[in-house]
C-alpha cells in the first residue's frame, strides 16, 4: 500500500475557509486582510517578509567574506537573518554567519551584510555546489518579543570553477 501524501499548508487551507466564508457573507464579514495572505476581497496580500540572497557566487561571497540578502518588510520591524548550510548530516547543517539583526523604520527594504564565519569560509571553500539556507525573523518595532513573520529562503551558490581540481567546477 503506498500512502501518498498532499502537501497542501494549513494556512492554505484556513485561507481557502475563510475566503469561502467571506464569499458567503457577501464580504460584510471581514475588510481588509485575513492574515492568512489573502485579502477580504480574494486578491494576494503582501507576504510580511521577504528575503533575496544578493550574493549569487562562491568566488564573490569568499572573496568579501560576506553574504549579502535583500530583506523586504511590510511594516516597520527588527528582523533577524542567519544563512546555514543544507545538506543531510548536522555538520553541513552548521550556521555559515553570524546572526545579524536589521531594523526597519522608515524604509522597508534594505541589502543586510552577513559575515562570514571561519567555518563558514571552510564550507563555501570547498569545491561544488554550495546549498544554503537563509532563515529571517522579524518581529514588531518596539519593545514587544512576538514574532509577526518568518521566511525561508534555499539557495545555491554559483559554483567557482577555479575551486575544483580538474577546473570542472562541480
Known amino acids: 500500500m503506498t500512502l501518498i501524501r498532499t502537501f497542501t499548508p494549513r494556512r492554505t487551507a484556513a485561507a481557502l475557509l475563510v475566503g469561502a466564508l467571506v464569499a458567503a457573507s457577501g464580504g460584510q ?6 492574515g492568512y495572505g489573502v485579502t477580504a476581497s480574494g486578491e494576494r496580500a503582501p507576504t510580511p517578509l521577504r528575503l533575496k540572497l544578493v550574493t549569487t557566487k562562491q568566488s564573490t561571497a569568499l572573496r568579501t567574506g560576506r553574504l549579502k540578502v535583500r530583506v523586504t518588510v511590510t ?11 543544507r545538506g543531510r548530516t548536522k555538520a553541513s547543517k552548521q550556521p555559515v554567519t ?12 534594505g541589502i543586510v551584510n552577513l559575515r562570514l564565519t571561519r567555518s563558514g ?31 525561508r529562503l534555499f539557495k545555491s551558490l554559483t559554483p567557482d570553477p577555479r575551486r575544483c581540481d580538474d577546473g570542472s567546477g562541480g
Open 121 to 151: 569560509r571552510q564550507r563555501l571553500s570547498q569545491c561544488g555546489r554550495q546549498r544554503l539556507l537563509v532563515r529571517g525573523i522579524a518581529r514588531p518595532a518596539g519593545p514587544s518579543n512576538l514574532v509577526f513573520a518568518k521566511s
Open 29 to 34: 464579514a471581514l475588510a481588509g486582510s485575513t
Open 75 to 85: 511594516e516597520p520591524s527588527t528582523v533577524e537573518i542567519v544563512a546555514r548550510g
Open 98 to 109: 553570524e546572526p545579524e539583526s536589521a531594523r526597519f523604520v522608515n524604509r522597508r527594504t
